[in-house]
């Protein structure tokens, strides 16, 4: 019973082009989208969210698009950077007496080719 | 200056022990979690504590038992240690509310029980 699905497990992009990594979920109830990005051997870092009232969050290069009628989320980084290699997960956000629980996608492995 | 910070990073221990992943948290957060990433990479939460009160327990086994001394720190101690616990643990901590927040990680504790 997987949720939050982000169905290409890697993505390879020339450095300068855009990135666009993908995520749908399938429980209506979530109201919150966060995108972490892991560097190997290290936690995840929090890199860009969106409410479900709003339908795009842009923040520098990154922006996340979020279509409620169908389930789906992208990140759109532009223009990739070397830098940007690593592994981007979407995580859908529910509330429970105060505790936020995230539900992960298992990830998508950005590579950035010079 | 670590935010979220875990230790040990690395355990290798055998089947049928007892040890503990200890997490502090310096971002004055009331709410600590801790997640599991299992082999097919995938983060799944298994608690989250608010103020040193257990508020999400996802069916986690009785040999997981988190210990919150106060609202800084979330340890985790797991008891009769199996093979399928070979994971890597991460520990995370956000504010409690506003209800769109996102969660800042530890580096991860990587378990290898042989």
């Known amino acids: 019973d997987q949720q939050v699905k982000q169905n290409s497990p890697s993505l390879s992009v020339q450095e300068g082009r855009i990135s666009i990594l993908n995520c749908d979920y399938t429980?209506?109830?979530?109201?919150?989208f966060l995108w972490y990005k892991k560097y190997p051997a290290e936690g995840p870092t929090f890199l860009i969210s969106i409410s479900s009232i709003k339908d795009k969050n842009e923040d520098g290069r990154f922006t996340v698009f979020l279509n409620k009628s169908a389930k789906h989320l992208s990140l759109h980084i532009v223009p990739s950077q070397p830098g940007d290699s690593a592994v981007y997960f979407c995580a859908a956000s529910s509330f429970d007496q105060g505790a936020q629980k995230l539900v992960f996608g298992q990830g998508t492995r950005l590579t950035i080719n010079p | 200056d670590t935010a979220v910070s875990q230790t040990p990073k690395y355990l290798v221990t055998q089947m049928g022990n007892d040890k503990s992943i200890k997490c502090e948290q310096n971002l004055g957060h009331d709410t600590m979690y801790w997640y599991k990433q299992d082999s097919k990479k995938f983060l799944k939460i298994m608690f989250s504590y608010n103020n040193k009160e257990l508020i999400i327990n996802e069916t986690v086994p009785n040999r997981f038992s988190p210990k919150s001394p106060d609202k800084a720190h979330l340890n985790l101690h797991i008891n009769s240690l199996e093979l399928g616990d070979s994971a890597v643990y991460f520990c995370?901590?956000?504010?409690?509310?506003?209800?769109?927040?996102?969660?800042?990680f530890g580096q991860g504790t990587r378990l290898t029980v042989v």
């Open positions: 995370a901590s956000s504010r409690r509310g506003p209800r769109n927040t996102e969660a800042f």
């Open positions: 429980n209506s109830m979530f109201d919150y």
